[in-house]
């Protein structure tokens, strides 16, 4: 069974349409490939994802769950983290890059500007470089830091 948290409800796995899955590693060789699915429930017109971190539901024993997911055809993308500096092709910063300057980095919101999403839907959010004038990826802990500034998109 798909369980939606927002609705508090249950549904057969017959029920649920896979309308995109991704395969991500961080090398070649990785052994910790994460998984990304777009699903749908038509019936309830109900869109969302099943985020699988560690492989957990695709690599479990033979379950109804684990048949959809595995009958998905994956879009796979290899990460190289020989540069710990960088994630999806973005310069990645730090907490200790933001403390050094916190008034360089903002976070923006709903620009059209974005450069491309690595899993093919859009960013919704993303660091930017107001010193450089580049997009960037912003750790986790800086998107909690009350300092972050946010600038939302607005068009006239």
Excluded at 30 to 42: E, H, I
Excluded at 50 to 79: C, H, N, W
Aim: proline share 4%; with cysteine; hydrophobic share 40%.
């Amino acid at each position: 069974m798909i369980f939606s948290t927002s609705m508090n409800q249950g549904f057969k796995e017959e029920d649920v349409i896979i309308e995109g899955a991704y395969q991500f590693d961080v090398t070649e060789d990785a052994f910790n490939t994460q998984y990304l699915f777009a699903v749908s429930v038509p019936q309830y017109e109900l869109r969302g994802l099943i985020v699988d971190l560690l492989g957990m539901y695709f690599y479990m024993e033979e379950q109804p769950i684990t048949k959809i997911l595995r009958d998905a055809s994956l879009i796979s993308y290899v990460f190289d983290d020989q540069d710990p500096y960088v994630k999806y092709g973005l310069k990645k910063i730090t907490p200790s890059d933001f403390n050094a300057d916190n008034n360089r980095y903002v976070l923006r919101i709903g620009f059209p500007d974005y450069p491309a999403c690595p899993v093919g839907t859009d960013f919704t959010m993303l660091g930017f470089d107001e010193q450089t004038r580049q997009y960037v990826w912003l750790s986790t802990s800086i998107l909690n830091d009350s300092r972050l500034k946010r600038v939302e998109f607005k068009t006239l």
